[in-house]
């Protein structure tokens, strides 16, 4: 089939991401509720603040937002993880970053599918943080062995997902109708099964390792274990999720509330116990429950330069050596503090942040002004000065290990901190992925450079057809 008779990436993704929200507000009706408040809040946040709208208006992301949300999966093998890049690849999600979490003692190590560019990201940025265990971390060899050969044994993917992405790779896309079964065959990927795949003996051994490969090794697949929407404003959020009905964990993760966010802040309510049964030793289903699956709401900031975060990694660093943040919540007020204090470094006036060079920019010529603008010989900085030239956050498409470090540990219970070696291993990672992961800072700094450009080439045009 010609490429111009296939269905766009971006189409598929929004239609993947829209099938997957609807699944999963069935499976966890507290992830509904959810959104109806972050919809609420976000709404009240816009009429309130009318520089940001301006902003998300300037930049072309204010349309996005509504629909925008992660999820995150788990892996059990290399050829899952690699299989999983051919599937996103369909909807135009490329693997993006490398998140070692071995160090916060998660024996997983991640990276984050997403759209790249700036047209597939505004049509629809929807994102995966994707993890693939390792057992090579556990040190009990016999139940290691166990766990690889159940792991290597069962198929998360149908033989129709799999051959639409093998017909999508051959011809470049694929048609509307084939398009629409592909969603439905992957979605059926990151379905919660009730029925464990071990039996009860060896789910406790399992989840005596680890909670995280128990909920890995003892189930047909992947399921998607939380979905997350994007909030304008999270500390409202936070607020008054126990309004609702909802018990948010202790604090909020990443920097502290600033007039200029920054990369990115989450929150999550606790895993709900699930119903599930197990084989007993006659076959016969055994019933029980599994805690896995959670919610977690998300504020997006700017994108940091290096120079930027390794000053926001420095004061993170910083405020966590003076106050550890307990997970049941008793000193949550003097980690807000001490994290404010600390950030006091951290300019927060966008223009500071800019002049600094610690944050990306997206740069647009100001239509009002463009008139005025015989811009020769005028550089960025003076285009800048005169209004012709405006400069808005690029938001952070990304996630953050110390923060993904405390989502875990929140839905894994406040007792599953385990000691592992930290044991960064990137290489090993794309090994089993098949490719490399992009390099987000690269992303960004195209973005901003092309946007530039963009502005320049405009101003010139204008001025030569002035
Ligand atoms: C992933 C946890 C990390 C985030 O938003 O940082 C994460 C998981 O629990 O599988 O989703
Ligand atoms: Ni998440």
Same mark, same amino acid.
């Given at each position: 089939?010609?490429?111009?008779?296939?269905?766009?990436?971006?189409?598929?993704?929004?239609?993947?991401?829209?099938?997957?929200?609807?699944?999963?507000?069935?499976?966890?009706?507290?992830?509904?509720?959810?959104?109806?408040?972050?919809?609420?809040?976000?709404?009240?946040?816009?009429?309130?603040?009318?520089?940001?709208?301006?902003?998300?208006?300037?930049?072309?992301?204010?349309?996005?937002?509504?629909?925008?949300?992660?999820?995150?999966?788990?892996?059990?093998?290399?050829?899952?993880?690699?299989?999983?890049?051919?599937?996103?690849?369909?909807?135009?999600?490329?693997?993006?970053?490398?998140?070692?979490?071995?160090?916060?003692?998660?024996?997983?190590?991640?990276?984050?599918?997403?759209?790249?560019?700036?047209?597939?990201?505004?049509?629809?940025?929807?994102?995966?943080?994707?993890?693939?265990?390792?057992?090579?971390?556990?040190?009990?060899?016999?139940?290691?062995?166990?766990?690889?050969?159940?792991?290597?044994?069962?198929?998360?993917?149908?033989?129709?997902?799999?051959?639409?992405?093998?017909?999508?790779?051959?011809?470049?896309?694929?048609?509307?109708?084939?398009?629409?079964?592909?969603?439905?065959?992957?979605?059926?990927?990151?379905?919660?099964?009730?029925?464990?795949?071990?039996?009860?003996?060896?789910?406790?051994?399992?989840?005596?390792?680890?909670?995280?490969?128990?909920?890995?090794?003892?189930?047909?697949?992947?399921?998607? *274990?939380?979905?997350?929407?994007?909030?304008?404003?999270?500390?409202?959020?936070?607020?008054?999720?126990?309004?609702?009905?909802?018990?948010?964990?202790?604090?909020?993760?990443?920097?502290?509330?600033?007039?200029?966010?920054?990369?990115?802040?989450?929150?999550?309510?606790?895993?709900?116990?699930?119903?599930?049964?197990?084989?007993?030793?006659?076959?016969?289903?055994?019933?029980?429950?599994?805690?896995?699956?959670?919610?977690?709401?998300?504020?997006?900031?700017?994108?940091?330069?290096?120079?930027?975060?390794?000053?926001?990694?420095?004061?993170?660093?910083?405020?966590?050596?003076?106050?550890?943040?307990? #997970?049941?919540?008793?000193?949550?007020?003097?980690?807000?503090?001490?994290?404010?204090?600390?950030?006091?470094?951290?300019?927060?006036?966008?223009?500071?942040?800019?002049?600094?060079?610690?944050?990306?920019?997206?740069?647009?010529?100001?239509?009002?002004?463009?008139?005025?603008?015989?811009?020769?010989?005028?550089?960025?900085?003076?285009?800048?000065?005169?209004?012709?030239?405006?400069?808005?956050?690029?938001?952070?498409?990304?996630?953050?290990?110390?923060?993904?470090?405390?989502?875990?540990?929140?839905?894994?219970?406040?007792?599953?901190?385990?000691?592992?070696?930290?044991?960064? *291993?990137?290489?090993?990672?794309?090994?089993?992925?098949?490719?490399?992961?992009?390099?987000?800072?690269?992303?960004?700094?195209?973005?901003?450079?092309?946007?530039?450009?963009?502005?320049?080439? #405009?101003?010139?045009?204008?001025?030569?057809?002035?």
């Amino acid at each position: 089939m010609p490429a111009n008779r296939c269905v766009s990436r971006d189409e598929i993704r929004a239609a993947f991401s829209a099938a997957m929200s609807a699944m999963y507000r069935a499976e966890v009706p507290a992830y509904g509720t959810l959104i109806s408040l972050v919809t609420k809040v976000n709404a009240e946040t816009l009429s309130r603040d009318q520089a940001l709208r301006a902003s998300l208006e300037a930049t072309e992301t204010i349309e996005r937002i509504s629909e925008e949300r992660h999820g995150a999966i788990r892996l059990g093998t290399a050829q899952e993880l690699a299989m999983m890049r051919r599937v996103f690849a369909v909807m135009g999600m490329l693997p993006v970053g490398y998140y070692d979490l071995s160090e916060a003692g998660v024996p997983v190590h991640s990276t984050a599918f997403r759209p790249i560019d700036e047209a597939a990201l505004k049509i629809n940025p929807f994102r995966v943080f994707t993890s693939l265990l390792r057992l090579d971390l556990i040190d009990d060899a016999e139940l290691r062995e166990e766990a690889r050969r159940i792991l290597a044994a069962r198929r998360i993917f149908s033989d129709a997902a799999v051959s639409l992405v093998e017909k999508a790779e051959r011809d470049g896309g694929l048609s509307r109708e084939d398009a629409g079964l592909f969603v439905l065959e992957v979605l059926d990927t990151f379905r919660w099964h009730d029925q464990a795949l071990v039996d009860r003996a060896l789910y406790e051994r399992l989840h005596a390792a680890h909670r995280l490969i128990a909920d890995v090794v003892s189930f047909r697949g992947p399921h998607i *274990n939380h979905l997350t929407p994007r909030t304008l404003d999270i500390d409202a959020v936070q607020e008054r999720m126990p309004g609702e009905g909802i018990a948010p964990k202790a604090i909020v993760e990443g920097p502290p509330t600033r007039a200029c966010p920054v990369l990115l802040r989450q929150t999550s309510f606790k895993a709900i116990e699930e119903r599930v049964s197990f084989r007993d030793a006659a076959g016969d289903p055994q019933a029980d429950s599994h805690t896995a699956r959670f919610g977690e709401i998300e504020q997006r900031g700017i994108a940091l330069t290096p120079k930027g975060r390794a000053l926001y990694d420095r004061l993170l660093r910083q405020a966590r050596a003076t106050v550890r943040p307990a #997970a049941d919540g008793s000193n949550a007020d003097a980690y807000r503090a001490t994290l404010a204090a600390s950030f006091e470094a951290f300019p927060d006036d966008w223009n500071e942040i800019r002049k600094a060079g610690l944050g990306y920019f997206l740069y647009t010529v100001e239509a009002s002004a463009f008139a005025a603008a015989k811009a020769t010989g005028m550089d960025m900085e003076d285009l800048i000065e005169a209004g012709v030239v405006r400069f808005d956050p690029i938001v952070y498409e990304d996630f953050l290990p110390v923060s993904a470090a405390g989502i875990f540990q929140s839905n894994l219970g406040d007792h599953a901190a385990q000691d592992f070696v930290a044991s960064p *291993n990137q290489r090993l990672f794309e090994q089993a992925l098949g490719a490399p992961v992009a390099n987000e800072f690269q992303l960004y700094a195209d973005m901003e450079k092309a946007s530039a450009e963009r502005c320049l080439a #405009a101003l010139r045009e204008g001025a030569a057809a002035a």
